[in-house]
């Protein structure tokens, strides 16, 4: 069995230097959680991918994989893999939600243009949304 190897101190109270952590606001990330009711449904996983990596370029993100997944006999499940984390999209047509992740790192990214795109796509009658700052440390 390998003995655990302890983490590098750094300056930054333990935390890693690195050129995708929001250095100026002190944390490593935003997660934006939004519940969609009522839209626009998508089934087809063209579609969907088509839609999560536009999503991934208005965030300023860089889009590197996407997974789709289609429940049988209603409901997908779309995942993007970004080099700055990750948007995925969860739906239940059956009672007409879609849940929303967008969890992104990096000073350049804007997740929240990608929410307002994906807003312009499924038309929710009812947004909810939640921010979540990631990764938050004090100096």
């Given amino acids: 069995m390998t003995k655990p190897v302890k983490p590098k101190r750094t300056k930054n109270y333990g ?8 250095q100026k606001r002190n944390q490593a ?3 934006l959680l939004a519940d969609f009711w009522f839209g626009k449904n998508i089934e087809d996983e063209k579609k969907l991918e088509k839609i999560l990596i536009q999503a991934g370029k208005k965030s300023k993100s860089t889009p590197l ?23 995925a999209i969860h739906s239940w047509p059956e009672i007409g939600y879609l849940g929303v992740d967008i969890f992104t790192c990096g000073e350049n990214t804007q997740p929240q243009k990608a929410l307002e795109y994906l ?9 909810e949304i939640k921010e979540i700052k990631r990764g938050v440390w004090k100096e």
């Avoid at 935390?15 to 929001?22: A, H, I």
């Avoid at 209603?74 to 948007?87: F, M, P, Q, V, Y």
Wanted: glycine letters at 6%; a positive charge.
């Fill in 65 to 87: 994989k996407t997974s789709i997944y289609k429940f049988n006999p209603h409901g997908i499940t779309g995942i993007l893999l970004l080099a700055e984390s990750h948007i």
């Fill in 15 to 22: 935390v890693p230097e690195s050129p995708y952590l929001f």
């Fill in 29 to 31: 990330g935003v997660h």
């Fill in 119 to 127: 807003k312009k796509k499924f038309f929710p009658k009812i947004c």
